[in-house]
């Protein structure tokens, strides 16, 4: 299986609700990133949280991460309609140089009104 | 703010055609990504540049070429276009390591 796994694959929920999303990858990372994609639009980054930080916010958002599972998770607080995506993890491999990034196979996130 | 510019936005190509996307990295960032993710799929690293030199190779075929020029802006040539070429291609860069920042992608699609 491929670096960056994440389930579900889909999540639907009602608004207002809180949505947990994981991701589970491979190999040593230098940091783990969340991107956001609405149907047919670009990637847009949410968070990122380096090898050595265990947890971090922003706004409603709330990574963790896990280094010795291999695993993290996004959590959308109070989620809103305008949440409606897909949610992709990404992982910067250890190693350095400019290899990109590796991405999950992402979660479709519906939030009913 | 200025954003990765793509172009075009959309592209309808014949099988065994050319194409050329082209993508203009935010200013003052040192590397360039090409990304393709085909339909329902997630981003696949093609291709990268650092400082106008190519750093890395993703799952690039070999029928794919890309360079990147003296103002920063780069372009990915696609000859010989197959049917399962038909994706979105997105443009990244980033000014060091960490977050990347993307375009709104180069829809292809091969008839």
């Known amino acids: 299986s491929q670096q960056g796994e994440e389930d579900p694959q889909a999540l639907s929920i009602q608004e207002g609700e809180n949505a947990t999303m994981n991701c589970s990858y491979k190999t040593s990372i230098n940091n783990l990133q969340w991107y956001r994609q609405n149907s047919g639009r670009g990637l847009v980054h949410l968070i990122l949280?380096?090898?050595?930080?265990r947890e971090k916010h922003s706004g409603r958002l709330r990574v963790t991460l896990d280094t010795s599972k291999k695993s993290s998770s996004l959590l959308i607080t109070a989620s809103r309609a305008a949440d409606t995506a897909s949610y992709f993890c990404a992982t910067d491999a250890a190693g350095g140089g400019a290899d990109g990034l590796t991405f999950g196979k992402g979660t479709h996130l519906i939030i009913q009104p | 703010a200025a954003g990765v510019i793509q172009s075009p936005r959309h592209l309808i190509k014949e099988k065994r055609e050319t194409a050329t996307l082209k993508c203009y990295p935010i200013p003052r960032h040192d590397t360039v990504y090409w990304y393709q993710q085909g339909p329902g799929q997630d981003p696949q690293f093609l291709i990268s540049f650092y400082e106008k030199m190519q750093s890395d190779k993703g799952s690039i075929p070999d029928r794919f070429s890309a360079q990147q020029f003296s103002d920063y802006h780069s372009e990915l040539n696609m000859s010989s276009l197959e049917l399962g070429d038909s994706a979105l291609y997105f443009c990244a860069s980033s000014p060091g390591p960490g977050e990347l920042f993307f375009g709104e992608g180069s829809r292809l699609t091969v008839l």
């Open positions: 949280i380096r090898s050595n930080e």
